[in-house]
DNA sequence: CTGTTAGCGCATTCAT
DNA sequence: ATGAATGCGCTAACAG
C-alpha cells in the first residue's frame, strides 16, 4: 500500500500538494497537480480512510439501527440509506438491536464505540432520555418511524392517521358503510393514531363509529384470524375490514376463507403496509403503501445537513397512500 | 472524549500501562491494574477504534457485498453476519451491488476504499479473475451462494442438487409419477445443478426423464405462467411441478386458478427456496428451505479464521431442507 | 501557491 | 513489570 508520501517523492511535491489535490479544497498549479494525479495513478495509490479519519476526526460513517433485517421495512430502510450516503462517499454501519430494551442499548453502545459521525435509529425499546444523553452529548441521532417527544426535529415518520383514512375511504368509496377494523397493539402509539384516521373517515361520512367493530390485534397472522371470529361473534353486520397491518389481514383471509366465505365478495379486506406478500397472497391484497424510501432519504438528508454541512430541504411527515388491488371490491349491497 | 494519556494521568501510569491493561495482553501489577480500570470508569473512557486501526492496520470491519437487501435470503444472510461479526466486536460494511457489472465493481472498490479486513461477497456479475486479483492483493476475500472456480476454498454454496432431487423426491413419495420441472435461467449455473438432482431423484425411481416436460423460467413469476400454460399445451400428462424458486411457484399457482383448477388436488407445486410470502400464498406453499444463516455463518468462520486468527471449523456446501406445506399432496390417480 | 511542522490516539518496540 | 520514544498515514495550521 503506497502512502502519500511515496506520492509526494514520486511527483516531486511536498505531501500536503499531494492532500490538496487529493481533497481539492485548495488550488494547486496545474502542472503539479497532473504531476500528482499521475504518480497517483502509477502507484495506484488509495487514500488510507483510517489516517484520514485520525487526522480530522470523522469516520464518514454513520450508525444505523434497526430492530430487525428480514423485515421488508426495515431491508428497505437500510437499503436506501446505504445507496445514499455511498454516493456521499460515506458508508453506514448497521446493528440489528432486536426488539428488547437491553439488546438495543448494547446495539447503540456497538454503534457509539465505532465512532460514527451519526446515528439513525429506531429503537422504540430504548428510553427517549437515553436517546437524549446521547444525542446530547454531541453526536447527532435521527430517528426513523418513531417518535422521540423531546426530539421533535429529529424524528422522521409517516402519516399513521393518513394511512387509517386512506383505507377507510378507500372502502367509503367502493360503496361499503359497515366497516371494521383491526388495529396493532395499544403499546404501540401509532396504532392509535392509525385509528384516528378511521373514525375521521366514517365521521366524514356521516357514519357513526361502532366501538364493537375495532379489534385490538397484536401485528401477526393469529391476530387477524382473532379479529375476524370476535367480530363476527357480534351482532353488528360488517362489509369490510380495514386491518393495520398486512399479516393480519392475511390471517384474515385464511380464516375467512376457512370459514366457507368466498372473497373479495363476502368481505372486502384492505392490509396496512404493503409488505413483499402482499401481492401473492389470494385475493392479491389492497393496502396502503408507506414512503420508506422517502423517509430514508429524509433522514438521511437530516444527517447529511447536520454533520456534513449540506443543506437539503427535510420533511419530518411522509404521506401514505393506497394500492389498490384485488382484496377490495364494491358493495354487494341487498 | 477522553484520550488514553488522560486516563494515564490520572491513573498515575504511563499510557503504555493503560494500553497494557486495555488490551490485556501483557501482565500488569495488580495495584496500577486497578488504578487504571478506576480512572477508565471515572473518565468514561473509550478507546478510540480509529486510533487503534492507524496503529496495528486493522479496522476490524469486513465488507459485505449483496445484489439487493429487499430479499429475504440476502437481508438474512446480513443480519446473521452483523451478528456473527458484532459479538467478535467487528463490524460489517455492507454495500448493495445490484445485478450489473459495473455497479458491482464500484461497490466492491467502495468496500476496498473502506480498508475492511476482509470481504464477503455474492458478486455473479463481476468476473472471477477480477475478484481473485482482489483476493490475491492480501485482501481475503469469501464468495457466497457463488462458486468461484480458482478459488474453491473460499466459496460457500448450498447443495442446489440436493434441492431438486428432494423437491422430486417428496413428490415421488406422494406418488406421483408424471412431474414436470420449471427452472431458473440458464445464466445461473445452479439452474442446471438444480435440474440434475430433479432427474437424479426421477431416475432413482425408475421414470424416464422427458425433456418436454421441463421448462426454462425466468425466476419471476411471468416465468411460472409461462412454464405452466407452456406445459400444458404439450400433450405429456403431469400431475405435480417442480419449480425452482418460489416466485415461479407463485406464478404457476395463480395461472393455475384462472385456468379453473382447483389446488392442491388437480395439481401439487413446490417451490424453491422459502421465501417469505410462501406461507401467505394459497395454498402454502411446500418448499425447499436453504440454510442462510448456516451459509452465513460458514463464510464469517472462514474470515474469522483467516483474517482473525481463530480456528474454526468451516463446511463449503450446506444441505438444503424440504419443507412441506399444503401444495402439494398424495397423487390422487386411480 | 507551496513546503515544513505538528499533532490526531493508540500499539509497540526498546530500554530500564 | 513499567516508562520513554517512535510511527501508523493523513490533515491543517503555519511560514515562506
Redesign the pocket.
Known amino acids: 500500500?503506497?502512502?502519500?508520501?511515496?506520492?509526494?517523492e514520486r511527483a516531486?511535491?511536498?505531501?500536503?500538494?499531494?492532500?490538496?489535490v487529493?481533497?481539492g479544497?485548495?488550488?494547486?498549479?496545474?502542472?503539479?497537480?497532473e504531476r500528482v494525479e499521475k504518480a497517483v495513478k502509477e502507484l495506484n495509490?488509495?487514500?488510507?480512510?483510517?489516517?484520514?479519519s485520525?487526522?480530522?476526526?470523522r469516520t464518514d460513517s454513520v450508525g444505523v439501527l434497526v430492530p430487525e433485517l428480514d423485515t421488508t421495512f426495515f431491508s428497505e430502510i437500510v437499503q436506501s440509506l446505504e445507496s445514499i450516503f455511498r454516493a456521499e462517499n460515506k458508508h453506514i454501519i448497521i446493528a440489528v438491536g432486536g426488539k428488547c430494551t437491553d439488546s438495543q442499548k448494547k446495539a447503540v453502545d456497538f454503534l457509539v464505540s465505532r465512532n460514527c459521525d451519526a446515528l439513525i435509529v429506531h429503537a422504540q425499546a430504548v428510553t427517549d432520555d437515553y436517546l437524549k444523553g446521547i444525542s446530547e452529548s454531541k453526536l447527532p441521532i435521527a430517528f426513523i418511524d418513531q417518535h422521540v417527544e423531546s426530539l421533535p426535529n429529529a424524528s422522521f415518520n409517516f402519516d399513521h392517521e393518513k394511512g387509517g383514512y386512506l383505507a377507510t375511504r378507500h372502502l367509503l368509496e367502493l360503496g361499503h358503510q359497515n366497516i371494521a377494523y383491526i388495529s396493532g397493539p395499544a403499546e404501540f402509539s401509532e396504532s392509535a393514531i392509525r385509528v384516528k384516521g378511521y373514525k375521521r373517515a366514517l365521521s366524514e361520512a356521516g357514519i357513526p363509529i361502532e366501538q364493537p367493530l375495532i379489534f385490538n390485534g397484536d401485528n401477526a397472522e393469529d391476530g387477524g384470524k382473532a379479529g375476524l371470529l370476535e367480530l363476527l361473534s357480534q351482532d353488528l353486520p360488517f362489509t369490510a375490514i380495514v386491518c393495520a397491518n398486512d399479516l393480519m389481514a392475511s390471517g384474515v383471509i385464511s380464516c375467512a376463507r376457512e370459514l366457507g366465505m368466498s372473497l373479495p365478495q363476502d368481505l372486502s379486506i384492505v392490509g396496512g403496509d404493503n409488505a413483499a406478500f402482499a401481492q401473492h397472497v389470494f385475493p392479491r391484497l389492497t393496502t396502503i403503501d408507506m414512503p420508506t424510501a422517502k423517509l430514508a432519504e429524509m433522514a438521511a438528508k437530516y444527517v447529511l445537513n447536520r454533520v456534513y454541512a449540506q443543506n437539503n430541504d427535510v420533511e419530518f411527515a411522509l404521506e401514505p397512500s393506497i394500492v389498490p388491488r384485488d382484496s377490495t371490491v364494491q358493495y354487494q349491497g341487498y
Open positions: 500500500m503506497p502512502t502519500i508520501y511515496q506520492v509526494a516531486g511535491v511536498s505531501l500536503s500538494t499531494v492532500s490538496r487529493l481533497n479544497k485548495a488550488s494547486v498549479n496545474a502542472a503539479l497537480r495509490y488509495r487514500p488510507s480512510t483510517v489516517a484520514r485520525l487526522a480530522n476526526s
